[in-house]
Nanobody
Framework: QVQLVESGGGLVQPGGSLRLSCAAP????????MGWYRQAPGKERELVAT???????NYADSVKGRFTISRDNAKITVYLQMNSLKPEDTAVYYC?????????WGKGTLVTVSS
């Protein structure tokens, strides 16, 4: 049924950059937090970054200083700017949105960091 829509994944060399985008349908109301998670093959899904409706951010230690999460409230869209990418960043990245009633996910976008 209702899903978030991610874009921006792809293949990039180590040290390169990518910008991910995630848009929520207008039918999703009262979003408190949006964020990004990732899952590498054979690994558990892990938190990458989150941003609240009032702009507060949190990052996993592994991406601090390299990734930046931002938002556009008018379009209900979040972005993840990824710089200085490393091979260990390779994963499927999932967008997440939380309301007081439910949690929504996207289908994921693949990021591959390889030379």
């Amino acid at each position: 049924q209702v899903q978030l829509v991610e874009s921006g994944g792809g293949l990039v060399q180590p040290g390169g950059s990518l910008r991910l985008s995630c848009a929520a349908p207008r039918t999703v109301f009262s979003i408190n937090v949006m964020g990004w998670y990732r899952q590498a093959p054979g690994k558990e899904r892990e938190l990458v970054a989150t941003i609240t409706s009032d702009g507060r951010t949190n990052y996993a230690d592994s991406v601090k200083g390299r990734f930046t999460i931002s938002r556009d409230n008018a379009k209900i869209t979040v972005y993840l700017q990824m710089n200085s990418l490393k091979p260990e960043d390779t994963a499927v990245y999932y967008c997440n949105a939380m309301t007081v009633y439910s949690t929504y996910w996207g289908k994921g976008t693949l990021v591959t960091v390889s030379s």
